[in-house]
């Protein structure tokens, strides 16, 4: 069974690259990409017919898909991660 790309990174409120796993409900989570606010859809029940975390848009842009937020995210991580070496 193949399984599709969801959206699992985010912004936070800080603008930091954030995973799904290391989110909470009620919090503020942005799209990389088009900066539109995302819906949190992370249930914590686990097993057969429940779906992985993910985000969802509220209006989704054809521009914006999940394979390019996860390229965007990565790059995004890799440049900060490079900052933060060369400061040291």
């Known amino acids: 069974m193949k399984k599709e ?5 985010a912004l936070n409120e800080n603008g ?7 989110t909470d409900k009620g919090e503020a989570y942005y ?3 088009c900066k539109d606010k995302y819906i949190l859809r ?3 029940r686990v097993g057969k017919g429940t779906k992985r975390p993910h985000f969802a848009h509220n209006n ?7 394979e390019g937020v996860l390229h965007y995210s990565f790059k995004k991580s890799l ?3 490079l900052k933060r070496y060369k400061s040291e």
Do not use: E
């Open 5 to 9: 790309i969801l959206y699992t990174t």
């Open 16 to 22: 930091n690259i954030i995973h799904v796993n290391d």
């Open 31 to 33: 799209c990389p990409l």
């Open 42 to 44: 992370k249930s914590g």
């Open 60 to 66: 989704l842009s054809p521009n914006c898909t999940p």
């Open 79 to 81: 440049v900060d991660l």
